[in-house]
Every structure is written in C-alpha cells, then in structure tokens.
C-alpha cells in the first residue's frame, strides 16, 4: 500500500541533498521494505503516515549519525566549522531553492519543516540536531520574517529555554545535564555546539585570570570537569555507526547565491536580499 501523500512533501524534499551523506547516499528506496516482509502493521503504518513523514523520520537518522560523527571529533577545529555550515545552510535552504529565492509562503513552509525535524530529534534525545536547528531557525535572518508559530512550536521554545538555557548563558542547563549524566551516554545524544563553546569559553577565562596573576581554582575545576567528559563522549562515539552529511560539509560560501566569503557579509547580503519580501 502506498504512503498518502503530503501537501508538504514537494517543499521539504526540495531540500533533502542536504541529508545525504559522504559515506552513502540517500534515495527513495533506501528504506523500502522487502515485498516478502510486509506485514500488517506496516499497513496501518502507511495508512496514518504520510511520504511527508517518511522524509521526516529518515533525515532524523541521518542528523543523528551525523552528531554521532561530530561527538567522535570533539577538541578538533572541524567541529565549530562543521557547526557553522550546517547553520547557514539551514538558512539558505530556507530563503533558496536551487533557481532562486522563495516566494515567502514556500519560506514559511521550509521553516515548519525544520522545525519538525527539530521536533522528532528533540523527541529522541539527539540535542546536538535540535540546538543547531534551533540556532538557524531563530538567526535574524529567518527571525525577520516573523513566521506564524504553530502551539505546539511555541510550547517546544519555552521547552528549549529551559531544558537548555539561552544562547547568551551559552546553554548552561545543556552543559550542566551533560555534566549530570556523564555515566548515562545511552540515554541522550549532547551537543557538540555547546560542548566546544563551553571548553572554548573556560578556557579563555582561565587563562585570563591566570594572566592576571590569580589561580581560579572553580574554573579549573570546572575547565578538568569540562575536558574529562568531553574525552569520554568522544570515545564513547568513536565506534558508533556514522556518517557525516552535506549539511555539515557543504561550504555554504559555494552556495549558487551567495558572492563573498565573509560570514557577515553573507548575512549583510541575506538581509538585504530578502528585506522585501512580504
């Protein structure tokens, strides 16, 4: 039986290249399931779930071998830049299919479906897909549309805010979970974002006070905490099955639209391209 059809699959599978990865390739039949294997749950399945849903639950897989990939590579200078890319090129999916800009209907169709792929990660623990999605959906690029927020979209923020904090404590409460369950790493997939800024932002401090002739005994602590934890996560991941994908790796500067090599330039250009859309 074949999988009903969504209204919005023609514009998120606009943006699935994004999910395929260095090691395999994402295609319609990576999932199919065996003729000589179906049974009757997969036919209920199928009728309450849509092809939409499908993609939904097979990028997920992939965010998440993907953060497993970013967690084995944490304290090496791949992951910020890996973060950083996969930022943008939330936001250039976003505002760009690949012949131009959006009309802002299609934006706001686009921003719904990441947010769902936030949702489903979320749902299964893999925070380091939620904060990044997180991070490209609230960036003054997208936030200038001023999208309409589903209920469940809003009860998810106030969710994030407090299970992680806020961008400018650098998601303390993250950091402080991550630090709480360092002998449960079965349960809950960290971010790899927030783990990298935290040991980056403890360090400076440190040195800092250092400099200044003083010994900061809490911030050492905390800096030893900081880089022992970090240590065994990335051990932890370092045999999980994973693949880094374009998301990730995609130079976002060899985006079809963009014409500089300059972060902020990019996001100068971003909003000055899109200031009249209505």
Request: charged share 25%; net charge positive.
């Amino acid at each position: 039986m074949k999988k009903r059809k969504s209204r919005n699959f023609s514009i998120a599978s606009a943006g699935r290249d994004l999910f395929n990865g260095l090691y395999y390739e994402y295609t319609d039949t990576s999932f199919s399931v065996p003729q000589n294997k179906r049974c009757m749950r997969s036919i209920i399945y199928n009728l309450f779930s849509s092809d939409y849903d499908d993609l939904l639950e097979k990028n997920n897989l992939h965010l998440r071998k993907a953060s497993y990939c970013l967690l084995s590579c944490l304290k090496n200078q791949i992951v910020p830049e890996y973060i950083n890319n996969s930022i943008l090129n939330i936001i250039l999916d976003i505002v760009y299919h690949k012949t131009g800009m959006r009309k802002k209907k299609e934006m706001a169709k686009m921003y719904h479906y990441y947010f769902d792929l936030a949702k489903i990660a979320y749902k299964n623990n893999d925070h380091n897909t939620t904060l990044v999605i997180k991070c490209a959906l609230e960036h003054i690029v997208i936030a200038r549309f001023k999208f309409k927020l589903l209920k469940s979209e809003k009860k998810l923020l106030n969710d994030f805010k407090e299970n992680y904090g806020m961008f400018l404590d650098c998601y303390k409460n993250h950091v402080k979970y991550i630090l709480d369950n360092k002998n449960n790493l079965d349960s809950f997939v960290p971010s790899a974002m927030v783990l990298d800024m935290h040991l980056k932002k403890n360090k400076a401090y440190t040195k800092a006070f250092k400099n200044i002739g003083k010994y900061p005994d809490e911030l050492v602590k905390h800096q030893r905490e900081l880089n022992s934890v970090s240590l065994q996560i990335k051990e932890y991941y370092h045999n999980f099955p994973n693949a880094i994908i374009n998301l990730y790796t995609d130079n976002p500067f060899d985006h079809p639209f963009v014409y500089t090599n300059n972060n902020n330039q990019m996001i100068g250009d971003l909003l000055d391209a899109t200031k009249n859309i209505r």
